[in-house]
């Protein structure tokens, strides 16, 4: 199902429709300010198995998630003060923070060290959907195999086909990665520079 839903406000009826299908085990394609991700809800370990399958991707290689808001991502990871105010200035942005993860976190969703990846994008469809299901929602690119990008909702639509249960067309997005930043310990370590300013962490 391709489902049309403004970016500048979604409309209620439409991102409850879609947090229904999370909440039932679904697969969703939702625009974000980088990529278009693909996600589902975060507590429901039969769907991220899902989301592993369709990305092809090994479960020792966990997916970050989105947070509707900064004050969210302390249930979900241990956040300290130098951590809380780099991540103020910043979020929402195209960043993905990497902190240690909370026993709120599934095993399935954290790395070897125990450390998650966390995003609280700038695109109000993804976080009226995260704020509405009331879980984050795990953010993948939408992308194929061989890492092509998909940034038209309807050939991604047609591509994944009946392997989504719904694809959100939010209209066009930047199309460059997000950049990740490792604030372990409160060592600022940049992982990948992508959209999104990294000075104040050089």
């Known amino acids: 199902m391709l489902l049309k839903i403004n970016p500048e406000n979604p409309q209620e009826r439409l991102v409850s429709q879609v947090v229904d299908i999370l909440r039932k085990g679904g697969i969703i394609a939702y625009p974000t300010d980088t990529y278009y991700g693909i996600g589902c809800d975060i507590m429901n370990k039969k769907a991220i198995e899902q989301v592993y399958a ?9 997916f970050s998630f989105i947070c509707p808001d900064l004050k969210d991502i ?23 923070f990497v902190l240690s993860g909370s026993r709120m976190v599934p095993k399935i969703m954290l790395t070897k060290r125990k450390t ?19 879980n984050p929602i795990i953010s993948t690119s939408a992308t194929d195999p061989q ?37 372990i310990d409160d060592i600022p370590e940049i992982i990948r520079y992508g959209a999104g300013d990294v000075d104040i962490f050089e």
Not at 116 to 134: K, N, Q, T, W, Y
Not at 148 to 156: E, G, H, N, Y
Not at 157 to 181: E, K, Q, T
């Open 54 to 62: 369709i990305k092809q991707r090994s479960q020792t290689k966990p």
């Open 74 to 96: 302390a249930t979900y990871a241990k956040v300290s003060n130098v951590a809380y105010r780099n991540m103020k200035r910043l979020l929402p942005g195209p960043y993905t």
């Open 116 to 134: 998650a990846g966390i995003r609280v994008p700038d695109h109000m469809i993804a976080l009226a959907l995260s704020r509405e299901l009331g």
């Open 147 to 183: 890492g092509r990008v998909f940034q038209d909702p309807s050939l991604l639509h047609d591509y994944f086909a009946n392997r989504l249960d719904v694809v959100i067309d939010g209209g066009p997005v930047p199309g460059a990665p997000s950049s990740v930043v490792s604030l």
